[in-house]
C-alpha cells in the first residue's frame, strides 16, 4: 500500500524558511511524478509546485516563484519543498500529491501538514 508522510511544518515568522518533506513507501518512487497543494482556511485547495520523475522540470504557481523550490531524491523516495521569504499568506495545510504515470495512472495524497506564518 502506498504511503505518503509529510513532516516539517510549523510556525515560523514572516521572511522565515521552513523545508517540507514527503516521504513515499509502497512502491517505486520514480514511477511517480510529485506535486505539493495547499489549502488555507476558507479557500480551495491549489497547486503550489510540480516535479517530473526526473526532476527536471519544476513548475510553480506564480505566487510562490523565486521563494519556494521544490526537488526530489529518488534514492530517498523523497520529495521536498523548500520555502523561503515566507508571507502570511502562505499560511496553509501543505499536501504532498503522487501520480503514477507508469502503467495505469493512479493518484496518492498524504495526511497535511501545518504551516502557520506569524509575527
Known amino acids: 500500500q502506498v504511503q505518503l508522510v509529510e513532516s516539517g511544518g510549523g510556525l515560523v515568522q514572516p521572511g522565515g524558511s521552513l523545508r517540507l518533506s514527503c516521504a513515499v513507501s509502497?512502491?517505486?518512487?520514480?514511477?511517480?511524478?510529485m506535486r505539493w497543494y495547499r489549502q488555507a482556511p476558507g479557500k480551495e485547495r491549489e497547486l503550489v509546485a510540480f516535479?517530473?520523475?526526473?526532476?527536471?522540470?519544476?513548475y510553480y504557481v506564480d505566487s510562490v516563484k523565486g521563494r519556494f523550490a521544490i526537488s526530489r531524491d529518488n534514492n530517498l523516495n523523497t520529495v521536498y519543498l523548500q520555502l523561503n521569504s515566507l508571507r502570511p499568506e502562505d499560511t496553509a495545510v501543505y499536501y504532498c500529491?503522487?501520480?503514477?504515470?507508469?502503467?495505469?495512472?493512479?493518484?496518492?495524497w498524504g495526511q497535511g501538514t501545518q504551516v502557520t506564518v506569524s509575527s
Open positions: 509502497g512502491s517505486t518512487f520514480s514511477e511517480y511524478t
Open positions: 500529491h503522487a501520480r503514477r504515470v507508469v502503467g495505469k495512472s493512479t493518484d496518492y
Open positions: 516535479i517530473s520523475r526526473d526532476g527536471i522540470m519544476p
